[in-house]
């Protein structure tokens, strides 16, 4: 007589029940490496986006000649800088928030924004930085010595950097930013 050895009925299907509850566990392991990948790389995004932000604005003012703050509720920020994104030598930039989607733009140009008409608009270059701008504030320091950028988007951490810039205010008259002379110490014993 002939012993063949094999795998009983039962033993064929409990191995079958393991090796599916393993492959379920797997399965959902799978599935939550790849809704977190999806929220890192969103993550990921939206900081390189505040960065691009942050820097194109740094840039733009830290290379500035003048500064101009404009505006209670939300600030319109104008200035003569050495930072271009169009290759204009020394171009006049402004920052602002459009009442469209509350998106804040940056209008690049060799004429400043004040004089943007019909007639040389197509010499304004118009960046679209974000939508959902809730408020875009820059404040500088009563000595003009720090300037505080505050930038809030809908559902976003606020942005808040700040940094040393002092900017001087040009004066024609050039007494005011003349040291004043001092005097010289008397001597001891004199």
Same mark, same amino acid.
């Given at each position: 007589m002939i012993n063949k050895k094999a795998f009983t009925l039962i033993e064929l299907i409990i191995s079958i029940i393991l090796l *599916? =509850? =393993? $492959?379920?566990?797997? &399965?959902?392991t799978v599935s939550n490496l790849e809704r977190t990948n999806k929220i890192f790389a969103a993550n990921e995004k939206a900081l390189q986006e505040r960065e691009k932000v942050i820097t194109v604005l740094y840039d733009d003012i830290f290379t500035a000649n003048t500064l101009?703050?404009?505006?209670?509720?939300?600030?319109? $920020? *104008?200035m003569q800088t050495k930072n271009s994104l169009f290759d204009i030598q020394e171009p006049y930039v402004t920052w602002l928030v459009s009442k469209e989607? #509350?998106?804040?733009?940056?209008?690049?140009? =060799?004429? +400043?924004?004040?004089?943007? #008409?019909?007639?040389?608009? *197509? &010499? &304004?270059?118009?960046? %679209?930085?974000?939508?959902?701008?809730?408020?875009?504030? $820059?404040?500088?320091?009563? %000595?003009?010595? #720090?300037?505080?950028? &505050?930038?809030?988007?809908k559902d976003e951490t606020p942005i808040v950097y700040e940094f040393a810039k002092p900017l001087f205010v040009k004066d024609n008259n050039q007494t005011k930013n003349k040291p004043?002379?001092?005097? +010289?110490?008397?001597? +001891?014993g004199n």
């Open positions: *599916s =509850i =393993i $492959v379920m566990f797997l &399965y959902a101009t703050l404009k505006g209670h509720d939300d600030t319109l $920020v *104008s989607k #509350n998106t804040l733009l940056r209008f690049e140009s =060799i004429f +400043p924004f004040e004089k943007m #008409n019909s007639d040389n608009a *197509s &010499y &304004y270059h118009i960046s %679209k930085i974000g939508e959902n701008c809730e408020l875009f504030k $820059v404040f500088q320091s009563k %000595k003009k010595e #720090n300037i505080l950028l &505050y930038i809030q988007f004043a002379k001092k005097e +010289p110490l008397p001597r +001891p």
